[in-house]
Protein backbone atom coordinates (compact mmCIF):
# COMPACT_ATOMS: atom_id res chain seq x y z
CA UNK A 1 0.00 0.00 0.00
CA UNK A 2 1.50 3.22 -1.22
CA UNK A 3 1.51 5.84 2.31
CA UNK A 4 0.51 9.19 2.40
CA UNK A 5 3.38 11.75 2.51
CA UNK A 6 2.41 13.08 5.89
CA UNK A 7 2.11 9.39 7.82
CA UNK A 8 4.65 9.00 10.37
CA UNK A 9 6.25 6.04 8.77
CA UNK A 10 6.22 8.07 5.39
CA UNK A 11 8.17 10.74 6.84
CA UNK A 12 10.85 8.63 9.06
CA UNK A 13 11.37 6.91 5.21
CA UNK A 14 11.69 10.58 3.81
CA UNK A 15 14.37 11.10 6.34
CA UNK A 16 15.99 8.05 5.60
CA UNK A 17 16.26 8.79 1.38
CA UNK A 18 17.39 12.82 2.59
CA UNK A 19 20.40 11.08 4.25
CA UNK A 20 21.39 8.44 1.33
CA UNK A 21 20.94 11.22 -1.04
CA UNK A 22 23.26 13.25 0.61
CA UNK A 23 25.88 10.48 1.66
CA UNK A 24 25.79 9.54 -2.22
CA UNK A 25 26.40 13.04 -3.52
CA UNK A 26 28.98 13.62 -0.66
CA UNK A 27 31.04 10.43 -1.34
CA UNK A 28 30.42 11.22 -5.57
CA UNK A 29 31.90 15.27 -4.65
CA UNK A 30 34.30 13.77 -2.33
CA UNK A 31 35.80 11.43 -5.15
CA UNK A 32 35.31 14.37 -7.83
CA UNK A 33 37.56 16.90 -5.35
CA UNK A 34 40.23 14.38 -5.07
CA UNK A 35 40.59 14.03 -9.09
CA UNK A 36 40.30 17.60 -9.20
CA UNK A 37 42.91 18.40 -6.61
CA UNK A 38 45.74 15.97 -7.92
CA UNK A 39 46.09 18.43 -11.22
CA UNK A 40 44.66 21.26 -9.01
CA UNK A 41 48.10 21.17 -6.72
CA UNK A 42 50.17 20.70 -9.35
CA UNK A 43 48.87 23.84 -11.32
CA UNK A 44 49.41 26.22 -8.71
CA UNK A 45 52.44 24.88 -7.40
CA UNK A 46 51.44 23.14 -4.22
CA UNK A 47 52.48 20.02 -4.79
CA UNK A 48 54.40 17.82 -7.35
CA UNK A 49 53.46 15.12 -10.04
CA UNK A 50 53.94 12.45 -7.42
CA UNK A 51 51.58 13.65 -5.12
CA UNK A 52 49.44 14.20 -7.70
CA UNK A 53 49.63 9.96 -9.01
CA UNK A 54 48.83 9.38 -5.31
CA UNK A 55 45.27 11.45 -5.29
CA UNK A 56 44.20 10.52 -8.71
CA UNK A 57 44.93 6.86 -7.64
CA UNK A 58 42.76 6.63 -4.44
CA UNK A 59 39.83 8.48 -6.76
CA UNK A 60 40.79 5.75 -9.19
CA UNK A 61 40.55 3.01 -6.43
CA UNK A 62 37.40 3.73 -4.90
CA UNK A 63 36.07 6.01 -7.81
CA UNK A 64 34.24 2.81 -9.43
CA UNK A 65 33.29 1.59 -6.23
CA UNK A 66 30.89 4.47 -5.36
CA UNK A 67 29.91 4.71 -8.61
CA UNK A 68 27.93 1.45 -8.50
CA UNK A 69 26.79 2.00 -4.87
CA UNK A 70 25.37 5.08 -5.95
CA UNK A 71 23.77 4.14 -8.92
CA UNK A 72 22.41 1.54 -6.99
CA UNK A 73 21.35 3.37 -4.04
CA UNK A 74 20.00 6.10 -6.90
CA UNK A 75 17.62 3.37 -8.06
CA UNK A 76 16.24 2.47 -4.24
CA UNK A 77 15.95 6.15 -3.46
CA UNK A 78 13.52 6.88 -6.37
CA UNK A 79 11.44 3.36 -5.93
CA UNK A 80 11.37 3.84 -2.20
CA UNK A 81 10.04 7.79 -2.58
CA UNK A 82 7.15 6.50 -5.12
CA UNK A 83 6.60 4.00 -3.17
CA UNK A 84 5.97 5.47 0.06
CA UNK A 85 5.12 8.63 -1.56
CA UNK A 86 7.43 11.06 0.18
CA UNK A 87 6.86 13.97 -1.97
CA UNK A 88 10.42 14.62 -2.56
CA UNK A 89 11.21 12.32 -5.15
CA UNK A 90 13.06 14.55 -7.97
CA UNK A 91 15.20 16.47 -5.52
CA UNK A 92 16.08 12.98 -3.97
CA UNK A 93 16.56 11.75 -7.18
CA UNK A 94 18.99 14.62 -8.34
CA UNK A 95 21.13 14.67 -5.52
CA UNK A 96 21.89 10.74 -5.68
CA UNK A 97 22.35 11.15 -9.50
CA UNK A 98 24.46 13.67 -9.61
CA UNK A 99 26.96 11.99 -6.60
CA UNK A 100 26.83 8.89 -9.15
CA UNK A 101 27.49 11.14 -12.28
CA UNK A 102 30.26 12.97 -10.71
CA UNK A 103 32.13 9.86 -9.06
CA UNK A 104 31.96 7.87 -12.57
CA UNK A 105 33.56 10.48 -14.35
CA UNK A 106 36.02 11.11 -11.78
CA UNK A 107 36.50 7.61 -12.14
CA UNK A 108 36.87 7.72 -15.62
CA UNK A 109 39.51 10.43 -15.79
CA UNK A 110 42.44 8.38 -14.32
CA UNK A 111 40.81 5.47 -16.58
CA UNK A 112 41.87 7.35 -19.81
CA UNK A 113 45.34 7.53 -18.69
CA UNK A 114 45.75 3.59 -19.06
CA UNK A 115 46.94 2.17 -22.01
CA UNK A 116 44.47 -0.07 -24.46
CA UNK A 117 44.38 -3.27 -23.09
CA UNK A 118 46.54 -5.78 -24.51
CA UNK A 119 48.73 -2.31 -25.44
CA UNK A 120 52.28 -2.53 -23.55
CA UNK A 121 54.89 1.33 -23.81
CA UNK A 122 58.14 0.47 -23.37
CA UNK A 123 59.68 2.51 -20.28
CA UNK A 124 61.57 5.27 -22.46
CA UNK A 125 60.82 8.77 -22.90
CA UNK A 126 63.31 10.22 -25.63
CA UNK A 127 62.04 9.38 -28.97
CA UNK A 128 63.57 10.49 -31.80
CA UNK A 129 63.03 9.62 -35.74
CA UNK A 130 66.94 9.26 -35.98
CA UNK A 131 68.59 7.16 -33.87
CA UNK A 132 71.76 6.72 -35.04
CA UNK A 133 72.32 10.94 -34.78
CA UNK A 134 69.36 12.09 -32.58
CA UNK A 135 68.19 15.71 -33.16
CA UNK A 136 70.12 18.11 -30.49
CA UNK A 137 68.42 20.67 -28.38
CA UNK A 138 69.75 23.72 -28.03
CA UNK A 139 67.38 27.09 -27.16
CA UNK A 140 65.62 24.32 -25.30
CA UNK A 141 68.63 23.77 -22.87
CA UNK A 142 68.34 26.72 -20.53
CA UNK A 143 64.77 25.81 -20.06
CA UNK A 144 65.79 21.96 -19.06
CA UNK A 145 68.47 22.88 -16.35
CA UNK A 146 66.38 21.68 -13.54
CA UNK A 147 64.48 18.74 -15.33
CA UNK A 148 65.30 15.53 -13.92
CA UNK A 149 66.06 13.67 -17.46
CA UNK A 150 68.59 14.51 -19.24
CA UNK A 151 68.67 15.30 -23.12
CA UNK A 152 71.62 12.66 -23.95
CA UNK A 153 70.65 10.71 -25.93
CA UNK A 154 70.50 7.12 -23.56
CA UNK A 155 71.58 8.97 -21.38
CA UNK A 156 68.91 7.96 -18.33
CA UNK A 157 69.31 5.17 -15.67
CA UNK A 158 70.21 1.70 -16.95
CA UNK A 159 69.59 3.11 -20.28
CA UNK A 160 72.31 2.92 -23.58
CA UNK A 161 71.51 4.60 -27.19
CA UNK A 162 72.05 1.25 -28.33
CA UNK A 163 69.29 -0.08 -25.99
CA UNK A 164 67.20 3.08 -26.59
CA UNK A 165 67.29 3.14 -30.21
CA UNK A 166 66.46 -0.90 -30.30
CA UNK A 167 63.23 0.01 -27.98
CA UNK A 168 62.55 3.13 -30.07
CA UNK A 169 62.43 0.85 -33.28
CA UNK A 170 60.31 -2.01 -31.51
CA UNK A 171 57.77 0.06 -30.54
CA UNK A 172 57.57 2.95 -32.89
CA UNK A 173 58.98 1.71 -36.51
CA UNK A 174 56.75 4.28 -38.63
CA UNK A 175 58.83 7.44 -36.58
CA UNK A 176 61.70 7.39 -39.39
CA UNK A 177 63.10 10.41 -41.30
CA UNK A 178 60.19 11.63 -43.31
CA UNK A 179 61.45 12.92 -46.64
CA UNK A 180 59.33 15.72 -49.25
CA UNK A 181 59.67 17.10 -52.62
CA UNK A 182 59.92 20.31 -52.00
CA UNK A 183 62.39 23.07 -50.87
CA UNK A 184 63.53 23.38 -47.21
CA UNK A 185 61.80 26.61 -46.94
CA UNK A 186 58.67 25.54 -47.87
CA UNK A 187 58.51 22.87 -45.45
CA UNK A 188 59.99 25.09 -42.56
CA UNK A 189 57.22 27.17 -42.62
CA UNK A 190 54.48 23.75 -42.92
CA UNK A 191 56.51 22.71 -39.87
CA UNK A 192 56.09 26.12 -37.95
CA UNK A 193 52.26 25.96 -38.47
CA UNK A 194 52.26 22.21 -37.47
CA UNK A 195 53.96 23.43 -34.10
CA UNK A 196 51.67 26.22 -33.70
CA UNK A 197 48.29 23.91 -34.60
CA UNK A 198 49.58 21.25 -31.61
CA UNK A 199 49.57 24.07 -29.54
CA UNK A 200 53.30 23.89 -28.60
CA UNK A 201 55.04 26.81 -27.18
CA UNK A 202 57.64 27.72 -29.78
CA UNK A 203 60.71 28.42 -28.33
CA UNK A 204 63.35 28.84 -31.16
CA UNK A 205 62.88 28.98 -34.80
CA UNK A 206 66.55 28.90 -37.32
CA UNK A 207 65.76 29.12 -40.20
CA UNK A 208 69.62 29.30 -41.25
CA UNK A 209 70.21 25.92 -39.37
CA UNK A 210 66.67 24.12 -40.18
CA UNK A 211 65.58 24.22 -36.56
CA UNK A 212 62.43 24.59 -34.37
CA UNK A 213 62.70 23.59 -30.85
CA UNK A 214 59.18 24.10 -29.02
CA UNK A 215 57.72 22.64 -25.61
CA UNK A 216 54.40 20.84 -25.40
CA UNK A 217 52.87 20.95 -21.88
CA UNK A 218 50.13 18.40 -20.56
CA UNK A 219 46.84 19.42 -20.09
CA UNK A 220 45.92 17.27 -16.52
CA UNK A 221 49.40 17.22 -14.66
CA UNK A 222 51.21 20.31 -16.47
CA UNK A 223 54.00 17.70 -17.88
CA UNK A 224 56.92 19.63 -19.96
CA UNK A 225 58.31 17.42 -22.95
CA UNK A 226 60.53 19.16 -25.38
CA UNK A 227 60.70 18.81 -28.93
CA UNK A 228 62.91 19.35 -31.67
CA UNK A 229 63.02 19.40 -35.49
CA UNK A 230 65.71 19.60 -37.72
CA UNK A 231 65.53 19.83 -41.50
CA UNK A 232 68.12 19.33 -44.25
CA UNK A 233 68.64 19.18 -47.66
CA UNK A 234 69.00 16.10 -49.78
CA UNK A 235 68.76 17.27 -53.41
CA UNK A 236 65.56 17.54 -54.25
CA UNK A 237 64.21 16.79 -51.31
CA UNK A 238 64.02 17.88 -48.03
CA UNK A 239 64.21 15.14 -44.70
CA UNK A 240 62.94 16.05 -41.45
CA UNK A 241 63.72 14.95 -38.61
CA UNK A 242 62.60 15.06 -34.94
CA UNK A 243 62.68 13.91 -31.42
CA UNK A 244 60.88 14.53 -28.52
CA UNK A 245 62.13 14.11 -24.53
CA UNK A 246 60.08 14.32 -21.39
CA UNK A 247 61.69 16.49 -18.67
CA UNK A 248 60.65 13.69 -15.70
CA UNK A 249 59.19 10.27 -15.40
CA UNK A 250 61.16 7.04 -16.92
CA UNK A 251 58.53 6.06 -18.81
CA UNK A 252 55.94 8.36 -20.93
CA UNK A 253 52.99 5.18 -21.95
CA UNK A 254 53.64 6.46 -25.37
CA UNK A 255 53.21 10.35 -25.42
CA UNK A 256 56.27 11.53 -26.60
CA UNK A 257 55.69 8.89 -29.96
CA UNK A 258 51.76 9.95 -30.66
CA UNK A 259 52.84 13.69 -30.22
CA UNK A 260 55.65 12.87 -33.29
CA UNK A 261 52.93 11.07 -34.96
CA UNK A 262 50.62 14.20 -35.26
CA UNK A 263 53.22 16.16 -36.25
CA UNK A 264 53.93 14.17 -39.25
CA UNK A 265 50.26 14.01 -39.54
CA UNK A 266 49.87 17.86 -39.97
CA UNK A 267 53.07 18.38 -41.78
Do not use: C
Request: net charge negative.
Amino acid sequence: MISDATTPVSRRVRLILTIASWLVLLAGLGIGVLTLGSAAGIWFGAWDFRRGFDLLRIANDYGDLITWFGLAATLVIIAAALLWNTGNLVRLGSMAAAGTLIAGIAYAIPESFRPPEGVTYPPIHDISTDTNSPPEFVAVLPLRVNAANTVVYGGSQNMTPERLAQLTHEAYPDLIPRRYAEPVGAVFERALSAVDEMGWELVAADRDAGRIEATATTFWFRFKDDIVIVLSDAGNETVVNARSVSRVGTGDVGANALRLRKFFTLL
